[in-house]
């Protein structure tokens, strides 16, 4: 890749990271250039965020040389970092839920007015930031007031908050709609006239072409090339990223779906009212709609977590009653939750014990754990769900988002559950693993499980639902057939249209 | 304006007040100026330890080490100021004390990454032993005229200057927490370790402050305990630590940290102290005086989860249209 010499303003080479244990980066490089979009591409574990973090002071490099305009560097800490013009959106949100988010936005940096922090300026200067990216947001709100996609914005802007010249972004459009990914991409766009650099750590592959100017792959810790990312192939990235070639992301089979297991009837709720959906066995039912449509409270209500104000949930043909997680998984139903490692798995324990945990009555009838059972269970859906792993007493935490995903998966399987609702299913996990979550899928329906999926990817939605179910502002607003799955159609009803325009 | 005037009282002011009234009603001589008085000057000592611990609490963390750095100081000025050293010289003293037993307590937590609960638990050991060491196991009494005003001296109108004292340095800490980076930094740090390191705040750094403000703090209260009975006794500090906690949590600052704030535990403290002047003059006796006390926190906490709770349910509801609208 020739780069242009004058506009280069960072250039690592022969950057080495050891971890414990682990071989984290391999003399790998990185050259980028000012007023350009570098993507790093690589499975999960490939080394990105590793390598973003070094730029950034976080961890400390073993090995290799930091350039940054036009001086060998090596960043000790964030804060000189940031002193330097580096600013960085990271991939979990890294805000303050009880602070307000003119105090997240200058948290670390705040203006002072002589020696007393001056919370009027930062009011005023988050207000103008804010306005820049074109966000009604009220400076005094707290974070945890706010929804997931707008606290990934306010860390936009609190990025943006000092002079940045080189701005690094972890997996920015993981949390965000499709309004606010156009309105991100508009912002890279205004930064990239200013002469900012920018790193852009991606899994979406249509997002390369759209905002990138150069692509890196990594793999296993190593760099494997830069490419154009205006002329580079999809497959082939998908190629040099896993290093395999995979076949067809979305590969469904159509049953012919049986008995009605779920069903809803004016389900109202926190945040949703008057549902009224079904699954059947044997298909995967999507339900699509913007970030703060409804659609997880839904989900969480309809498990028991969350409290249902009316209307009734059925499972199996029989309408429950006083709805707790506990009847809802002895009724045959699972709940893979939106984040998994905090509300799915418990990442200090071994695979097995995670997978037996929501089971243990009917592992353990007698009350007394014992690890013949247990190891059995691991063992088992070890195997069947191809979860790689040595063995199956190993710590979760250890595992890749899609092992990890895959063990959830276990968890819900081993309590004998025949319908699953799974809450973005594949968020932060890899092509590659996600290609084998599908297939997983794919197989369960085939033994007539049904699966009510939650997605904010709309690729996804597409390519693997047999029906969806647009939510819009806590209603259902639209239900497609198989056949008249689309995007133009999703998002008619994603945003409040009707169908046909004449229902309403 | 009005909205920030809202913001900075936190509702455990409430309760204090209603409380107050109760045992206006409750009991004959409560309702006077001179309790009101006694109240607050039975606070003082309180109050400045609270805030240390308010510190520590807020990051996350706790000082276990108050109550004996409590007990050193009032030792330490109680026997110099016997010895015929000059009073300030035994204050200045006692605080650098103070300020060491901190400055250890942070350079191992923050630097060395020690567990707080080991260090705090040693330093608290260390320093009880050094107090009955240096006291040979009994309560020194004294006699000075500064430490008698200090402790005792009052205004024409019959406040006493130790309220003053307590009511500046409270003041001081309230503008360090809400005016200063290092006030801002410890909300970030409290909240979330991680979003404080992305955001470039040096973590160890404030945490050494953290501790060695609660040594001078825990040190000025050892003083101020001297002063208020002409003594040092060497187990005065005992209880500090844990009413410290309890008002800490009582005002407001969770033991998670990264919210709350000293004010909070000023009225916190105030009112574990208008209980014990309250439930006294009702006739209670002290063994009972405990058990209601802990019922009365327990329920203080339990009203205040469960608002916290509305309010979050609320605050979803809102956002939920001002996303969609």
């Known amino acids: 890749m020739k780069y242009n010499e004058d506009r280069v303003i960072l250039r690592m080479s022969g950057i080495t990271k050891r971890f414990p244990g682990t071989l984290a980066l391999d003399n790998v490089q990185l050259v980028c250039e000012k007023g350009s979009v570098h993507v790093l591409l690589g499975e999960n574990g490939a080394g990105k965020s590793t390598l973003v973090k070094i730029i950034s002071g976080l961890y400390s490099k073993d090995e290799g040389t930091e350039w940054y305009d036009g001086k060998e560097v090596n960043f000790a800490n964030v804060g000189e970092s940031m002193d330097a013009g580096i600013g960085m959106i990271h991939q979990e949100l890294s805000l303050l839920p009880e602070r307000s988010i003119a105090q997240n936005i200058f948290a670390g940096r705040e203006l002072k007015n002589g020696i007393m922090v001056d919370n009027k300026a930062m009011v005023k200067k988050s207000k103008e930031l804010l306005d820049r990216l074109g966000l009604d947001y009220n400076p005094n709100t707290l974070i945890k007031e706010l929804s997931i996609a707008q606290q990934q914005m306010v860390e936009v802007a609190k990025a943006l908050s000092h002079d940045v010249k080189l701005l690094i972004m972890d997996e920015p459009t993981s949390s965000l709609t499709s309004k606010e990914i156009a309105k991100l991409f508009e912002i890279i766009d205004r930064l990239k006239q200013q002469d900012v650099a920018i790193i852009y750590i991606s899994h979406r592959m249509e997002e390369i072409k759209q905002v990138g100017d150069y ?70 039912v999507g339900l699509s709609g913007l970030v703060g449509a409804g659609r997880t409270e839904l989900a969480k209500a309809a498990f028991g977590f969350d409290p249902v104000e009316k209307g009734t949930v059925s499972l199996f043909g029989k309408t429950m009653r006083h709805l707790s997680p506990s009847k809802c998984i002895k009724a045959g139903m699972g709940y893979l939750s939106e984040d998994r490692k905090t509300e799915g798995l418990l990442l200090p324990m071994s695979i097995e014990e995670n997978i037996v945990e929501a089971s243990l009555g009917k592992f353990f009838p007698n009350g007394f754990l014992s690890r013949g059972p247990e190891k059995e269970q691991g063992k088992k ?40 609702i799974m809450d973005e299913p594949t968020r932060g996990i890899d092509v590659g693993a996600k290609s084998e979550i599908y297939k997983l899928m794919d197989d369960l329906v085939a033994q007539g499980y049904g699966i009510l999926m939650i997605s904010s990817d709309m690729q996804e939605i597409i390519g693997v639902s047999d029906r969806v179910y647009v939510m819009f502002d806590g209603e259902v607003s639209g239900e497609l057939e198989r056949g008249e799955i689309e995007q133009q159609a999703i998002m008619r009803f994603a945003v409040g249209g009707k169908r046909g325009g004449n229902e309403a | 304006m009005k909205r920030k005037f809202k913001l900075a009282i936190p509702g455990i002011a409430l309760f204090d007040i209603l409380l107050y009234i109760f045992f206006s009603f409750a009991t004959e001589n409560f309702f006077s100026s001179y309790n009101t008085i006694l109240i607050l000057r039975n606070s003082c000592t309180l109050v400045i330890a609270s805030l240390a611990m ?62 707080f609960w080991v260090v705090t638990f040693s330093t608290m050991s260390i320093m009880a032993g050094i107090a009955l060491v240096i006291s040979g196991g009994e309560t020194i009494g004294f006699q000075n005229e500064f430490l008698d005003w200090v402790g005792n001296g009052t205004l024409p109108g019959g406040i006493y200057w130790v309220i003053i004292i307590t009511a500046l340095i409270t003041a001081f800490m309230i503008w360090v927490e809400r005016k200063t980076n290092f006030g801002y930094n410890m909300f970030s740090i409290g909240g979330s370790e991680v979003v404080a390191k992305n955001s470039g705040i040096n973590v160890p750094l404030n945490r050494f402050k953290v501790y060695l403000f609660s040594g001078i703090l825990s040190a000025i209260t050892g003083v101020i305990v001297a002063s208020m009975t002409a003594a040092g006794g060497p187990t005065v500090g005992s209880e500090y630590g844990f009413n410290a906690m309890a008002a800490v949590v009582i005002g407001g600052t969770p033991f998670v940290g990264g919210k709350g704030g000293m004010l909070g535990t000023v009225f916190g403290t105030i009112l574990l102290k208008i209980l014990a002047s309250g439930l006294s003059m009702m006739g209670i006796e002290p063994t009972w005086q405990k058990a209601i006390t802990g019922v009365i926190i327990a329920s203080l906490i339990i009203i205040d989860v469960l608002n916290e709770k509305r309010k979050v349910k609320n605050g979803l509801r809102r956002v939920y249209h001002d996303v969609e609208k």
């Open chain 1, 215 to 284: 692509v890196t792959v990594m793999r296993d810790g190593q760099y494997i090339d830069t490419l154009d990312a205006k002329t580079a192939g999809m497959d082939e990235l998908i190629a040099l990223m896993v290093g395999r070639k995979i076949g067809n992301l979305y590969n469904r089979t159509y049953h012919e779906p049986g008995e009605i297991i779920f069903e809803t009837k004016d389900l109202t709720g926190l945040r949703f009212r008057n549902v009224n959906i079904h699954v059947r066995a044997g298909e995967v």
């Open chain 1, 381 to 420: 859906y070890v195997e069947e769900l191809n979860i790689a792993t040595p063995d199956s007493s190993k710590a979760v935490g250890e595992l890749s988002g899609g092992n990890q995903q895959k063990v959830v998966i276990g968890k819900w399987l081993a309590t004998g559950c025949k319908f699953l």
């Open chain 2, 54 to 115: 308010t510190m520590a609490i807020m990051v996350s963390q706790i000082d276990m080490s108050i109550g004996s750095v409590i007990s050193t100081a009032a030792v330490m000025v109680a026997l110099m100021v016997n010895k015929g050293i000059p009073v300030i010289v035994a204050i200045i003293a006692a605080v650098a004390m103070g300020a060491a037993v901190g400055a250890v307590n942070g350079i191992l937590i923050a630097k060395f990454k020690f567990d």
